[in-house]
């Protein structure tokens, strides 16, 4: 009888282990996969177009969700949508896998002084009389995120892409937030503000 529980539990250890690596995704396949993405996310994730994001070791749920809501419709972009049209689960887990083992790459500013100093206050304190809660609740006090929570990893973003999904989720354009968490603080922030927080992200530490 004990032999039986330790044989049954050993081989629930192995598939428990299988069907988690599928879950979290093959890196080697990944990068198999990555080549188009490349010309717009570069070889190593950290893209040089401002506009466009870095992708290098954001969590790979995160990256997961992302991709899966590009192919769905529920996040939509002219430059994205077309990229997911060929890509299956499997490979989008692969493709996650892979990008979240890469390093961010530090990020830079051009950004003032005094607008740096803005861009601290409302990531660390929101904006009380317009409603704006602060990010640090939800992104981590350096920018690295609650993969547990899937709430992502900025530190080091471009700040130009930052202004743009802070933009969108205004707008409404980007709307893949669940309980429209980011769409209800960004309607709430004033255009400097959402400058100043974008600039003041890029400057947080990757590591
Ligand atoms: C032509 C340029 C281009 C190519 C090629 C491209 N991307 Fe993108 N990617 C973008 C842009 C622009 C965005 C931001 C779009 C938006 O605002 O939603 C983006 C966003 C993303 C995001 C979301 C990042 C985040 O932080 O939310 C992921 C993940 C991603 N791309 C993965 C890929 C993968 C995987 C491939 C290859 C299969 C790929 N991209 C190919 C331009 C590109
Ligand atoms: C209640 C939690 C919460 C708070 C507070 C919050 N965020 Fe977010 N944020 C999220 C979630 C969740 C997402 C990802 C939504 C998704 O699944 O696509 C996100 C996404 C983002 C993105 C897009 C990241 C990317 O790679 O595309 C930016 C930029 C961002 N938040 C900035 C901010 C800023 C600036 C603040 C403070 C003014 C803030 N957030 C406050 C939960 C939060």
Known sequence: MKKFVVIAAATLGMSLSASLHAESGDPERGKELSTPCIACHQADGNSVNPAWPKTAGKDAGYLFKQLMDYKSG??????????VARL?????????????????????????EETLALGEQVYFGGNVS???????????????????????????????????QLNQFSSGQRHNDPGRMMRTIASRMSEEEMKAVSEYIATLDPK
């Open 130 to 164: 317009d409603g704006v809660a602060a990010c640090v609740a939800c992104h981590g006090p350096g920018g690295k995120g609650n993969p547990a929570a899937v709430f992502p990893k900025l530190a080091a973003q471009h700040g130009a892409y930052n202004l743009d």
């Open 88 to 112: 299956d689960e499997q490979d989008m887990r692969d493709l996650a896998a892979y990008f979240s083992m890469q390093e961010t790459a530090p990020g830079r500013t051009s950004a003032d």
């Open 74 to 83: 529920e996040r939509s972009h002219p430059l994205m949508n077309p990229q």
